[in-house]
């Protein structure tokens, strides 16, 4: 049954693990959102996997509770903003890519706002613990902020990054205002 305290994996990895094109997508991917290791996008991917194959099962289950789960999925997609439609269908969850999902992670949230100049910069605020949602400490740069969180990232603050006159805060201003 195995050790309560080392649960499974939360990630599946590629079954070829040697072909360039994914190889290459998944390096600009991670550039681009900046990824520490291919786990964290593997996790991703999975999460992405599990509602479309969730997504799948509804779309031949057409009983009452296929019909409540879907709106069940349709919401949590929803309060995510993973899924923007106003009214969803199963087609929508099933075209999802893998963007949409890291666009709602802490750490790319943070480098949209302009709370850090980069991406790799903002995963270090994270994970030093200068960012706060909703007044709470978040140090995983992976926590998906959800649209009601939106809004109330900031910096924590008893951080030396609250202070308006912090050199790495200054510099984001100004590079903004140029």
């Given at each position: 049954?195995?050790?309560?305290?080392?649960?499974?994996?939360?990630?599946?990895?590629?079954?070829?693990?040697?072909?360039?094109?994914?190889?290459?997508?998944?390096?600009?991917?991670?550039?681009?959102?900046?990824?520490?290791?291919?786990?964290?996008?593997?996790?991703?991917?999975?999460?992405?996997?599990?509602?479309?194959?969730?997504?799948?099962?509804?779309?031949?289950?057409?009983?009452?509770?296929?019909?409540?789960?879907a709106v069940q999925l349709f919401n949590v997609l929803k309060r995510y903003a993973i899924l923007v439609e106003s009214e969803p269908t199963l087609d929508h969850v099933l075209s999802l890519n893998i963007e949409s999902i890291l666009?709602?992670?802490?750490?790319?949230?943070?480098?949209?706002?302009?709370?850090?100049?980069?991406?790799?910069?903002?995963?270090?605020?994270?994970?030093?613990?200068?960012?706060?949602?909703?007044?709470?400490r978040v140090t995983a740069p992976a926590y998906l902020v959800s649209v009601a969180e939106n809004d109330a990232i900031e910096y924590v603050p008893n951080s030396p990054m609250a202070s308006e006159n912090h050199p790495e805060r200054t510099a984001a201003v100004s590079e903004e205002n140029q």
């Open positions: 049954m195995g050790d309560p305290r080392r649960l499974g994996k939360k990630y599946d990895t590629p079954n070829h693990p040697w072909i360039g094109e994914r190889i290459q997508s998944e390096k600009e991917i991670s550039q681009k959102y900046g990824l520490v290791n291919k786990k964290e996008l593997w996790k991703m991917e999975t999460q992405l996997r599990n509602y479309r194959r969730q997504a799948r099962k509804l779309i031949s289950d057409t009983t009452t509770q296929g019909g409540k789960e666009e709602r992670r802490l750490q790319t949230i943070v480098y949209r706002k302009g709370l850090a100049k980069t991406a790799k910069q903002a995963r270090q605020f994270i994970v030093h613990g200068h960012i706060a949602v909703n007044g709470k």
